[in-house]
């Protein structure tokens, strides 16, 4: 089965640097790709997300990258801010969500 | 729209008893899933749903049963608690398009303590 990878799993940065999280996946036929952000005790919320058509994308502080050759996709965050902070989630999925597998997280802390 | 709710939001149980734990949406989702989340683990898919009628296993199924008998609501079921069954469970739902699962939304997820 799907097996997806996360680097690392905390990472400290000065408020205004970038910040890049990195995850690999097992599986070929996986062709959806989000990222996950969890503040402390809620829910996941999807901050952006990727299908294996596109190589890139972006929306505003954040985008994501994605190479599907090497089986691996990166988060990255520009001008961090304290309010970055937060745990952050890879994932794979196939097309059929049958193999929905998330990364083991990495902890963000922005430092003002 | 209420989104995906969740019920009880705290729960401790014997270890041995069942319960169940419930799950609504009210966007009319085909895809509907149940995850754990273990710290250091991250989520794992216990069960998941592509339609009313259809359920299938995740990566940890083991101890649990869910059912979809409508569209909006996915009980996942506890059979028999034991300890290793403590942890923080999350419902999710989404849209399948042509290209696949779409965007999962989350409910705020029920903490669960087996003693």
């Known amino acids: 089965g799907e097996n997806v990878e996360q680097h690392p799993s905390t990472l400290s940065v000065q408020e205004g640097d970038s910040a890049v999280i990195k995850c690999t996946y097992s599986d070929s036929a996986s062709n959806y790709f989000p990222w996950y952000k969890q503040e402390l005790g809620k829910r996941p919320q999807l901050i952006i997300d990727i299908r294996s058509n596109v190589g890139e994308k972006k929306d505003q502080r954040i985008a994501v990258t994605l190479n599907k050759t090497a089986k691996h996709f990166s988060l990255h965050i520009t001008e961090t801010q304290p309010e970055d902070s937060a745990v952050y989630f890879c994932?794979?999925?196939?097309?059929?969500?049958?193999?929905?597998?998330f990364g083991p997280g990495t902890r963000l802390s922005v430092l003002p | 729209n209420a989104g995906v709710t969740q019920t009880p939001k705290f729960q401790v149980l014997k270890t041995g008893q069942s319960m169940t734990l419930q799950c609504a949406q009210d966007m009319n989702h085909e895809y509907m899933s149940w995850y754990r989340q273990d710290p250091g683990m991250g989520l794992r898919l216990i069960h998941y749903?592509?339609?009313?009628?259809?359920?299938d296993q995740g990566e940890v199924p083991n101890g649990y049963n869910v059912s979809r008998s409508t569209t909006e609501d996915f009980p996942l079921r506890l059979l028999s608690a034991a300890p290793s069954q403590t942890s923080v469970y999350f419902c999710a739902s989404s849209y399948r398009t042509g290209l696949g699962t779409d965007t999962q939304y989350f409910g705020p997820g029920t903490r669960l303590t087996v003693l």
């Open positions: 994932a794979a999925s196939d097309s059929y969500g049958q193999n929905f597998v």
């Open positions: 749903s592509v339609g009313a009628g259809i359920t």
